[in-house]
């Protein structure tokens, strides 16, 4: 699980004056198919936040997501947990668009509806700390995702993945 969060970080925080390591990423370097090209653009313009699920539709595999960061909709297209998730349910997520659709990084923490306000206490709450090695200088601010890793301790549902092997159809 920790892996998760690892990548998740390095992946998609800015760290520094370079952006994120999908910033960094020049497409003009590579060979991408148009299709790598899109996905390259989605993960650029990600958008990790806190969310409540507002509605559910399982036939059509999507979660209506209310950002309670900045109140913005959003529609998630997610076979797993448009089958498992609970409508009031809170979830911190990194969403990709791609197209005009919405999908997860693949890192997700889940919350009870119950543990709302403490959840957004803690994640919301500004707090920053010097990092050690030149204490007078550098003032770390700790990112959202550093946050919710430390409510998803505190406070999470365990989230199950979903393999090949679990959906009822032939979808790959």
Request: with cysteine; aromatic share 10%.
């Amino acid at each position: 699980e920790e892996t998760n969060y690892l990548m998740d970080f390095v992946l998609y925080e800015k760290i520094g004056s370079s952006g994120s390591l999908i910033d960094q990423i020049d497409p003009n370097d590579h060979s991408f198919s148009s299709q790598e090209e899109m996905i390259l653009e989605g993960m650029r313009n990600s958008y990790n936040s806190i969310f409540e699920i507002t509605k559910i539709n399982k036939s059509d595999s999507a979660l209506f997501l209310n950002d309670l960061v900045s109140s913005k909709e959003f529609v998630l297209k997610d076979i797993g947990f448009s089958n498992t998730a609970a409508i009031g349910s809170l979830m911190y997520t990194r969403l990709i668009p791609i197209l005009d659709i919405n999908m997860t990084s693949g890192l997700s923490f889940v919350f009870h509806q119950e543990d709302k306000a403490r959840v957004l206490t803690k994640a919301l709450k500004k707090s920053s700390r010097r990092i050690r090695r030149n204490p007078k200088k550098r003032i770390y601010k700790e990112t959202l995702l550093e946050k919710m890793i430390k409510c998803n301790a505190l406070y999470g549902i365990p989230v199950f993945h979903l393999g090949r092997d679990d959906y009822d159809e032939d979808i790959f």
